[in-house]
């Protein structure tokens, strides 16, 4: 039996990547794959865990959410780890799904080359990944919540049929289903996202004249 290690790159232990990983070790299990989802933030001062599950698997998936333009910046300290420990590596499959609050799946693509980059320089062979727009505001629903919801199941279904068959997976899977939005629609989304946010900013009393946590007072 094949086993496959999951590893959720979100500081959650539940929503829209974790939906992805569960989605994902439902399929491969299915395919006789023994399959371990392990979360990164409860293993950051300890990757014990995570070093010894790499190690025993002959496929990699790394799911998680898209932090201004790649995945948590945690995710650099878990491929430094595994760089360092160089024995749990022997070649695996690696595939990288992440997920983002933009339409155009362009914008996540480089946590997906950041994995590539990773694997060739580790011994390890990418075989591709897959990137969802606007997985944000799923907040852990099914795909099928998505204005292209039907688009991106078919797409996300065969590049999971890619994995357990460990072939390469194309990024023409993603780009065939993520949502066409003209210029004036990107307008109005961000327009109606950005009425949302100032009403919950305001709902727990955070005003515009509240000072930036960023703001250090000038040394002179």
Known sequence: MKKAVIINLSPRKTGTSMMLATRCQTILSSRDYLV?????????????????????????????PCYIDTYPADTVYLLEELEKNRDVLHGQDLYGIIQGGMPYVHTHES????????????????????????????????LNKLINGKK??????LFLENVAKQEKSS?????????????????????MMNRKIDKQRREKGIGDQEKSPYDKPEIH
């Not at 989802?37 to 998680?64: F, R």
């Not at 991106?152 to 279904?157: C, T, W």
């Open 171 to 191: 990024s023409t899977l993603y780009y065939d289903a993520q949502l066409k939005i003209p210029v004036w629609g990107c307008y109005l989304m961000a327009k």
């Open 152 to 157: 991106v199941e078919h797409g996300f279904e």
């Open 111 to 142: 946590g997906l080359k950041m994995l590539e980059l990773f694997a060739r320089d580790n011994g390890l062979s990418y075989k591709g990944g897959f990137v969802i727009g606007m997985g944000a505001m799923l907040n852990g629903q099914p």
């Open 36 to 64: 371990e989802i392990l979360h990164l933030y409860p293993n950051l001062k300890d990757m014990s865990a995570l070093l010894v599950a790499v190690k025993e698997a002959q496929t990699i998936i790394m799911v998680g």
